[in-house]
């Protein structure tokens, strides 16, 4: 188990530098730069800079020197220093642009990701197991539903539904008045009375495939003889059920870690935007609108550590739960 670890860790090192690397080539590909598009902005409010201004800019910016110089520039004040470099669109610490919404995606996206496997795994045990019942139908139509309908719709239904029928503030995370308060039990109370709304939205279309995932997995082991050993020994349907082909059916969840976490950390970048919540998704969409190449390079560098360790993650969890994977 050591030895396999120790591969999968080693392999991600080359991984995680040749991601970087095409991380950073990838947000120079379109035309332009982060003066160019500054300077479009301007124009649109009706101010302009001139021709030798935008060069200055660019020479200030170190926007002219090589790739190669600029990528290491980048990636060594990151790896020796730990700073993630200066957003141009901000004028701030891309660290603490990053860090300041981390607290907030991070607590939403665990507990829509907490949700949705509360409701996916029981419900897929049961619909395998209650095969063509009234209740699998409706789960089935449910099913259907959550993965049809998209993230962004149901969002904009639900703030209808709160803003005419339950009268409550919609959008954001905290009615006005609590935007810029210290933090209180009145504010935290307004905050779940926010919370609901992403939640629901995330946690739908997660529960909905990985319902119909469990289902499947779940009827392909019950018809295997080792489950028809186990009910021959004696043991109740529940034993049976929860012990021996739920562990096996579960392999499909554990490998989702891998790009769970990613996810965990951008949040759903449409919901955000169309939810207003103060996340790190809308960021990084206008990061990379803004070719603004620090904030956007840190975000997609830091999404992709946080695959890769998933990945790894998986793997482990993986060996761990089916010992055939290790000897594989």
Do not use: C
Not at 153 to 166: K, R, S
Not at 300 to 306: A, D, G
Not at 318 to 325: E, Q, S, T, V
């Amino acid at each position: 188990m050591i030895a396999f670890i120790g591969r999968r860790a080693l392999l991600a090192i080359p991984t995680l530098i040749f991601i970087s690397f095409i991380s950073f080539v990838i947000i120079q590909l379109p035309p332009g730069d982060y003066v160019t598009s500054y300077a479009a902005q301007l124009r649109q409010q009706g101010d302009y800079i001139s021709i030798a201004q935008e060069a200055a800019m660019r020479q200030n910016l170190g926007l002219n020197d090589p790739i190669l110089v600029q990528y290491w520039r980048w990636i060594s004040n990151i790896v020796f220093r730990g700073d993630f470099g200066h957003s141009l669109e901000w004028n701030a610490p891309v660290g603490s642009l990053i860090w300041d919404r981390l607290a907030l995606t991070l607590a939403i996206s665990s507990l829509s990701l907490v949700f949705t496997w509360i409701i996916a795994i029981p419900v897929g045990v049961y619909s395998a197991t209650r095969q063509y019942s009234i209740l699998d139908h409706l789960f089935t139509v449910f099913g259907f539903l959550g993965k049809g309908v998209p993230d962004f719709l149901l969002a904009l239904i639900l703030m209808w539904i709160g803003f005419m029928y339950l009268n409550i503030d919609v959008g954001g995370l905290f009615s006005p008045q609590y935007q810029n308060a210290p933090w209180s039990w009145d504010k935290l109370v307004n905050l779940l009375s926010h919370l609901w709304i992403p939640l629901v939205v995330l946690a739908t279309g997660g529960a909905a495939g990985l319902i119909r995932v469990m289902r499947a997995n779940m009827l392909d082991e019950l018809g295997k003889p080792y489950v028809e050993t186990a009910y021959a020994q004696g043991l109740s349907e529940r034993q049976v059920v929860w012990n021996y082909p739920v562990r096996v059916a579960l392999n499909p969840f554990i490998s989702t870690v891998g790009w769970s976490l990613p996810a965990l950390f951008s949040g759903d970048v449409i919901t955000a935007v169309v939810l207003n919540l103060p996340t790190t998704g809308p960021l990084l969409l206008q990061a990379l609108k803004m070719q603004d190449m620090y904030l956007a390079g840190s975000f997609i560098l830091i999404l992709s550590v946080f695959t890769v360790i998933g990945t790894l993650v998986s793997d482990i969890l993986l060996a761990w739960f089916d010992p055939r994977i290790r000897y594989a």
